[in-house]
């Protein structure tokens, strides 16, 4: 196997020795250049294409946060890893968003730190070689199974769990199965996904739609915000008054390049039948009907099933009732009777868990991951992830960094 090289970055000249020390018998690993500030990172990172840089967070002038997010920006194939004291779980957040792959926290041993360095690099060679096969479309696939998907989370009520169930199942997926994993929040005059996911987008859908006749995925990509799970959003516009200038054949556009680029698109939608909604519903390879137990919801989706129906579109729809209320609703065995099919997925009640992370901006499959309803989306999930490969499942088998930043 070739050598991983390796920057290191940190103002002060005794850390970088340090970690050059602890690196020195790993014959697979050599350290090709170090840096003392933010901007001479960039400098090097530029001349030397190193596949891991060893970035530290505080730094006078340029910080390790902002360098990150420019050498992720400039050089998506070198793997950045934060080296970072403890106490700075937000920083970490921030530099995750920012591009970084892992984090390392003071003091570490030298195989802690050859480990993540294998690790982190490894997975970015896989992805490369992966970036060089033949596009998805051309791979071949199992019968009834995409190879990738749309999976449309839709009712035509609203403030049933939508969103929550959007985030979080993209999120896991994201996570669990570390593909590409993109999120598009098709709420157009309400969308929470950003709110919900704590991020703060510069542009969205609307100032997307805004700069070409034509798009093409190079500036949707420019427009997807990270998440630190690896999942890409796409945010609504941030006011109800610029959802209009985006229309049906945008919407046909842009899930159309998304479903040529990532394995799983998710859509959160708004609760009405109207030619977007219709059109994500054609395109959709999964209709997740979610509702909750109460007589105005059940009464919806017994009305969505039967539109479903009309537009010969039921064998894609699968039902998700969503306990958002305390146990007086409706038993499930006559919801069951009344609309004459089982729910493929019953989340839990759990206002304390749901509400906390929302008001966090931190799914809960991520920071309640041993909560019941966290059990239950993550156990739903597995059902949508694609065919897993040798590479990947070595991978997924490895603590992933986000479990042990929220750990
Ligand atoms: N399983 C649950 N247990 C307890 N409360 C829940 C649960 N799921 C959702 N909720 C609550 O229901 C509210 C609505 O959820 P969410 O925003 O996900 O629904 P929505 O269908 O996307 O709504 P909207 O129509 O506004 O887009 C949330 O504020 C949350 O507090
Ligand atoms: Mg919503």
Avoid: W
């Avoid at 850390?15 to 250049?33: A, C, M, N, P, W």
């Avoid at 957040?93 to 984090?103: C, E, F, L, N």
């Amino acid at each position: 196997m070739s050598e991983t090289s390796v920057l290191v970055v940190d103002d002060i000249a005794n850390t970088r020795e340090d970690i050059k020390r602890l690196l020195y018998f790993e014959e697979d690993i050599s350290v090709v250049g170090e840096a003392g500030s933010g901007e001479e990172a960039l400098r090097l990172a530029e001349n030397l294409h190193p596949d891991v840089v060893l970035m530290d967070i505080n730094m006078p002038g340029m910080d390790g946060i902002t360098a990150s997010e420019a050498i992720s920006t400039k050089m998506p194939d070198t793997a950045i890893v934060i080296v970072s004291i403890q106490g700075e779980p937000e920083y970490l957040k921030k530099a995750m968003a920012a591009g970084a792959r892992d984090y390392l926290v003071k003091p570490f041993s030298s195989s802690d730190l050859a480990e993540t360095i294998r690790r982190v690099s490894n997975s970015y060679r896989i992805r490369a070689a992966s970036a060089t096969k033949p596009p998805v479309t051309e791979i071949s696939q199992e019968p009834d199974r995409p190879a990738n998907r749309i999976i449309m989370v839709f009712s035509s009520k609203g403030g049933v769990g939508r969103t929550t169930l959007s985030c979080n199942l993209a999120v896991c997926l994201a996570q669990e199965t570390r593909k590409k994993v993109a999120l598009v929040d098709l709420n157009l005059q309400g969308g929470d996904v950003a709110v919900m996911l704590n991020l703060s987008p510069r542009g969205t859908i609307a100032e997307m739609v805004q700069e070409e006749d034509r798009l093409e995925y190079s500036l949707v990509n420019t427009y997807l915000v990270p998440h630190m799970s690896g999942l890409k959003i796409l945010p609504a516009p941030l006011r109800p008054e610029h959802a209009e200038t985006v229309t049906a054949s945008h919407v046909e556009e842009i899930l159309t390049l998304l479903k040529n680029n990532f394995d799983i698109v998710i859509v959160d939608t708004s609760p009405l039948f109207n030619d977007l909604n219709l059109c994500v519903l054609e395109m959709a390879d999964d209709i997740l009907l979610t509702f909750t137990r109460d007589l105005p919801a059940i009464k919806h989706v017994k009305t969505d099933l039967e539109v479903f129906d009309t537009l010969r579109l039921s064998k894609k729809v699968k039902l998700v009732l969503n306990q958002s209320t305390q146990d007086y609703g409706v038993k499930i065995s006559d919801l069951e009777k009344s609309l004459n099919t089982t729910p493929a997925a019953i989340i839990p009640y759990d206002e304390k868990t749901v509400l906390s992370s929302i008001n966090k901006g931190h799914p809960l499959v991520l920071t309640h991951a041993n909560s019941r309803i966290a059990q239950i989306i993550k156990t739903f999930a597995k059902g949508f992830e694609p065919p897993v490969t040798g590479d990947t499942a070595e991978i997924t088998h490895k603590k992933s960094f986000i479990n042990k930043l929220f750990s």
